[in-house]
């Protein structure tokens, strides 16, 4: 994972419009708010999560059947199989298909392996490493095979980002708002993963010629980036005190 690591430059939040900003800023209140609910009870997002799961298995979905919202179709879960790190465990997000643009569609593809279609061709949008305090420590993207998607173009899945919203309480309306918010607040990050992601499956697939590079074992996280809310927030608060200061 490290040799597709990146950290975004501060300077990028000098180049995102005033309403971008007040997005972010209202998504890093809206998570700080999320974790003093859950604080003053003594929990956390992960524990919500697993919160009457049964024994946590590495690979199972959690919680069962997953998280759904049938208005805006977007999912997510929380899993582990990452023995030997810091990490507890991490989220995958997606949006389904009628969630979706009606524009926008899977890439094309000439392989055998079946994606899926029509309703079930969703999209992973990013996924979110946590602690095992509850705290989220990075973003990954990944590649096609890991999530079972079907694949779209990294500007496709920028749009959708727009799309992604858990508006219900199941398994907890904490975690819903703040798996919401997280893909406001760490936008930037977000796309840049996503055009990494491009990138790094279009190299490969030039690398390794005659091999299905969407599932491709060898290549599972296609970049990783570290993430801390707090400093984010602040600097997306120091970029619009600095439009402020301009206007």
């Known amino acids: 994972m ?42 956390n997002i992960v524990g919500e999560v697993l919160k009457g799961q049964g024994e946590f298995y590495e690979l199972e979905h959690y919680p069962k059947d997953d998280v759904f919202d049938g208005e805006t179709n977007s999912q ?12 507890n465990g991490h989220f995958h997000t997606f949006l389904r298909q009628p969630g979706m643009p009606a524009e926008i569609s899977p890439v094309p593809y000439s ?20 602690d095992a305090y509850g705290f989220p420590l990075g973003l990954f ?27 219900h309480a199941y398994p907890s309306w ?15 990050q977000i796309e840049a993963l996503l055009r990494q992601r ?9 690398r390794h010629t005659g091999v299905d590079v969407y599932e491709d074992r060898e290549l599972e996280i296609t970049g990783y980036t570290s993430i801390n809310v707090e400093q984010q927030i602040k600097s ?11 206007a």
Request: net charge negative; proline share 3%.
């Open 2 to 43: 490290n040799d597709k690591a990146f950290e975004i430059n501060n300077d990028v939040f000098t180049e995102l419009s005033r309403i971008q900003l007040e997005l972010m800023a209202d998504a890093g209140a809206q998570i700080v708010e999320c974790y003093r609910v859950l604080q003053k009870g003594g929990l």
């Open 76 to 87: 997510y879960y929380y899993h582990a199989h990452r023995a030997g790190t810091n990490e």
């Open 111 to 130: 392989g055998t392996e079946p994606w899926p279609k029509g309703n079930d061709a969703l999209s992973h949008l990013i996924g979110i490493s946590m």
């Open 141 to 167: 993207a990944t590649n096609r095979w890991v999530t079972a998607e079907a694949w779209y173009k990294a500007d496709d899945v920028v749009v959708m980002l727009d799309y992604f919203k858990i508006d």
């Open 174 to 188: 904490p975690v819903n708002l703040w798996i919401s918010a997280m893909l406001v607040l760490f936008r930037p």
């Open 198 to 206: 491009d990138q790094v499956v279009t190299n490969w697939e030039c």
């Open 236 to 246: 997306v608060v120091a970029a619009i005190e600095r439009r402020d200061m301009a």
